[in-house]
């Protein structure tokens, strides 16, 4: 359940406590204390007012905030609910918000641009304000991409059937293996006087075996560039929380993609305040909270239709910007399209490999397996 909500008539974010004192001050009226219920002439506009952040449903009502009653401490924020009435159908199936998300829930490809903790939340924090202040863009613009978002994740849909284990395994094959996919050497014939010479090898032998055994697998992985590495954690995770379910196919926006990873780079390399933050040869991966960045750097591509160099103007006209900045304009919520972008993508890839019957063992313990049979077989 959503900590803010999107008024259509103010054009703006807002949590229950900013909505509340901008209804009094509209209506002349006190705000009312906690545990006294809101004027119902409120509940019906915020009822027909408030959209969801996610997928804009209407029908919102209200949750205060509590305390207990034992020690006065906060037991409970406020929050927006989104019931299903005559008003609204309630939360849209793909929403981040649907089914039993907790209140104060934040889905991991929303970016509170509040909350800068970091020389890199702060930074981009800065260019957000004086983006808003400059008018290049505004809270309206946030909400067009968030409903643009949407409906891309809503037209492009797969099922998850990945089996949890395959990433570890294929990584553990990736690593042990001996020679590149795309050439097989010629096979040693493993007689017993082979195996007998003083010093043979036989894990290199058994890394010949195994890499013979499963060369289809590996060839299709290195066609289709899947390197697993520092991803197969992320890829394991994915795949288990979602396995059956029907989720985004972020693929589709692979161009935007780039975009934003291109122009990002762009920001980090020449705007000071984030350049001294990063590594020279490695921009995006050296920053401590990328999500910040991206998100802004793909809302300037969005208000820009996409065009780089368009957008790059308008990066340029906020970063020389002698304006003074007003802070309070960065209480609002972005959005990174692009959220573990590059897991789903290596994901998809390895749903799409040949059909292959996982082993029971690890590829250390069949190696390991392989080298004793081949030991005791020839009398070792």
Not at 50 to 65: I, K, N, Q, T
Not at 80 to 96: L, V
Not at 190 to 203: A, C, E, N, S, Y
Request: charged content about 25%.
């Amino acid at each position: 359940m959503p900590l803010t909500a999107f008024s259509s008539s103010r054009e703006m974010e807002l949590d229950v406590e900013q909505l509340l004192a901008r209804l009094a001050a509209e209506t002349d009226q006190v705000p009312p204390p906690k545990g006294v219920a809101i004027p119902e002439a409120w509940k019906a506009h915020i009822s027909t007012d408030l959209e969801c952040p996610s997928c804009f449903c209407y029908g919102a009502e209200v949750v205060r905030a509590a305390k207990s009653k034992a020690d006065g401490q906060s037991v409970r924020q406020a929050f927006f609910r989104f019931t299903q009435n005559s008003i609204s159908a309630g939360h849209h199936p793909f929403c981040d918000f649907s089914g039993s998300v907790p209140a104060g829930h934040i889905p991991e490809n929303l970016v509170q641009f509040s909350t800068a903790k970091d020389g890199v939340s702060r930074a981009v924090r800065e260019l957000v304000c004086r983006g808003i202040g400059l008018k290049i863009f505004g809270q309206r613009d946030m909400r067009a991409m968030r409903e643009w978002f949407f409906q891309q994740k809503v037209a492009s849909q797969f099922i998850v059937t990945l089996d949890p284990k395959l990433p570890g395994w294929l990584e553990s094959l990736q690593r042990y293996r001996s020679w590149h996919p795309s050439r097989v050497p010629e096979v040693v014939a493993l007689t017993k006087d082979v195996l007998r010479i003083p010093g043979f090898d036989f894990k290199a032998a058994a890394r010949d075996e195994l890499t013979r055994r499963y060369q289809p697998i590996l060839k299709a992985t290195h066609e289709k560039r899947i390197f697993l590495g520092a991803a197969r954690g992320r890829i394991e995770k994915l795949a288990t929380d979602f396995h059956t379910k029907s989720v985004f196919d972020p693929t589709v926006l692979r161009q935007h993609y780039e975009l934003t990873q291109d122009l990002a780079k762009f920001i980090c390399t020449n705007h000071a305040p984030l350049s001294r933050l990063v590594k020279e040869h490695a921009q995006l991966a050296s920053l401590k909270s990328p999500k910040y960045l991206m998100a802004f750097a793909s809302l300037l591509l969005f208000i820009s239709d996409w065009e780089f160099n368009t957008a790059v103007g308008r990066f340029a006209r906020i970063a020389t910007s002698s304006a003074a900045v007003d802070e309070s304009l960065g209480n609002v919520i972005g959005l990174n399209p692009f959220h573990d972008f590059d897991a789903w993508a290596m994901l998809i890839a390895l749903q799409e490999l040949p059909p292959l019957d996982l082993p029971t063992m690890d590829v250390k313990a069949e190696m390991e397996a392989w080298i004793n049979e081949t030991k005791r077989s020839a009398g070792l």
